[in-house]
């Protein structure tokens, strides 16, 4: 009977799972492109170098069990691309593989229904699990990316100084990127002015930079990632 079993799974078609590649730069598309089509049990259905080009060839997306996305594309971004995916093709996941490392995208990424973030310096074996591991349910994370994520989850420190609401709001522009004299032009303040609190919240948040300090604020809830 084991053997009927085994010539049974043997002759059985295997599964074979559609990626869909959007990614701005042609040689990078075209190594993930030959990485995955190598595997047996993976097909790159298509690849786009844009989010619009992708998903005016809806029929196609339809078929795709996988985006694998940059994020910095012309046009609509990746972050933009994963809603629209998840409102269109919900069926679908969707993995990014992008050269950001900040806690500002891997977050909105993430919020937008991103299941996994890898970083494109990942070897052919890890981009390769990441899709396997996304379509078998789970979350691929590049190992920093994974330990901002445990820190954001993990219990706030308690024996931090409390920021001012002005603080807060500071700092919530810093983490969006903008500059001491955009900051100072939105708040009425001068660019010393933003120094003086900037230099508060280093202090209160026991910190030395500007993006130790976002990264703390977001893992102790002070702001939203």
Same mark, same amino acid.
């Given at each position: &009977?084991?053997?009927?079993?085994?010539?049974?799974k @043997?002759?059985m078609?295997k599964?074979?799972?559609?990626?869909?590649?959007?990614?701005?730069? /042609?040689y990078m598309?075209?190594g993930?492109?030959t *990485?995955?089509?190598f #595997?047996?049990?993976?097909?790159?259905?298509a690849?786009?170098?844009?989010c #619009?080009?992708? *998903?005016d060839?809806?029929?196609?997306? $339809?078929q795709?069990? !996988?985006?694998?996305?940059d994020?910095?594309?012309?046009?609509?971004?990746?972050v933009e691309g /994963?809603?629209?995916i998840?409102?269109?093709f919900?069926?679908?996941?969707?993995? &990014?593989?992008?050269?950001?490392?900040?806690?500002?995208?891997?977050f #909105?990424a993430?919020?937008?229904g @991103?299941v996994?973030y890898?970083?494109?310096?990942?070897?052919?074996?890890?981009?390769?699990?990441? /899709?396997?591991?996304a +379509? @078998?349910?789970?979350?691929p +994370?590049t190992?920093n990316?994974?330990?901002?994520?445990?820190?954001?989850l $993990?219990?706030p420190?308690?024996?931090?100084?409390?920021?001012?609401t002005?603080?807060k709001?500071?700092?919530?522009?810093l983490s969006?990127?903008?500059?001491?004299?955009?900051?100072?032009?939105? !708040?009425?303040l001068?660019?010393?002015?933003?120094?003086?609190?900037?230099?508060?919240?280093?202090?209160? !948040? $026991? /910190?030395?930079?500007?993006? #130790? @300090?976002v990264?703390?604020?977001? $893992?102790?809830?002070i702001?939203?990632?």
């Amino acid at each position: &009977m084991d053997t009927e079993h085994e010539k049974e799974k @043997a002759g059985m078609a295997k599964k074979v799972h559609n990626v869909i590649i959007v990614e701005d730069n /042609v040689y990078m598309r075209e190594g993930w492109k030959t *990485f995955i089509d190598f #595997e047996e049990d993976l097909h790159v259905l298509a690849d786009y170098e844009s989010c #619009e080009k992708a *998903f005016d060839n809806a029929a196609l997306c $339809q078929q795709a069990d !996988l985006f694998l996305m940059d994020i910095g594309l012309p046009g609509m971004n990746g972050v933009e691309g /994963v809603r629209y995916i998840r409102k269109h093709f919900p069926d679908a996941v969707c993995v &990014m593989a992008t050269v950001f490392d900040d806690d500002k995208h891997i977050f #909105e990424a993430l919020k937008a229904g @991103a299941v996994g973030y890898m970083l494109k310096n990942m070897s052919p074996y890890e981009l390769i699990h990441a /899709v396997r591991s996304a +379509l @078998a349910g789970g979350s691929p +994370l590049t190992p920093n990316v994974a330990r901002l994520v445990i820190g954001y989850l $993990q219990t706030p420190d308690e024996d931090l100084v409390p920021l001012t609401t002005r603080e807060k709001t500071i700092l919530e522009e810093l983490s969006k990127g903008n500059s001491y004299a955009e900051i100072g032009k939105k !708040l009425y303040l001068s660019v010393d002015g933003i120094r003086y609190h900037i230099r508060n919240i280093y202090n209160k !948040l $026991q /910190v030395n930079s500007k993006s #130790e @300090a976002v990264t703390k604020a977001i $893992q102790n809830r002070i702001i939203n990632p």
